[in-house]
């Protein structure tokens, strides 16, 4: 069983900071890429960020300059550091993660439950 756990969000005043964490649980599973989404109100979920397992990210261009994805290998978390907040970021974050079964060939991908970012103008 593969549990995420997200947080961090909250309400923050447009320019400022907020740091969302996502740590993932469940034995015999080996995480390759991680990743967050947002989806706001009227909207369809959409990609943030994503970081392989080598390290390698990208970024949807609203955010970049403002949010830093990371993880953490040895605590299986990935973080998305957000910067410059605007009120245009208000949304449900999301964290993803994608990965195999120890010994198995098939990819999986799950879903955090989503932290609620608001950022007032």
């Known amino acids: 069983q593969v549990r995420l756990v997200e947080s961090g969000g909250g309400l923050v005043q447009a320019g400022g900071s907020l740091r969302l964490s996502c740590a993932v649980s469940?034995?015999?599973?080996?995480?390759?890429?991680m990743a967050w989404y947002r989806q706001a109100p009227g909207n369809q979920r959409e990609l943030v960020a994503i970081?392989?397992?080598?390290?390698?990210?990208y970024y949807t261009d609203s955010v970049k300059g403002r949010f830093t994805i990371s993880r953490d290998n040895a605590k299986n978390t990935v973080y998305l550091q957000m910067n410059s907040l605007k009120p245009e970021d208000t949304a449900v974050y999301y964290c993803w993660v994608q990965g195999t079964i120890v010994g198995g060939i098939s990819d999986y991908d799950y879903w955090g439950q989503g932290t609620q970012v608001t950022v007032s103008s």
């Open positions: 469940g034995s015999r599973f080996s995480i390759n890429s």
């Open positions: 970081i392989s397992s080598t390290g390698t990210t």
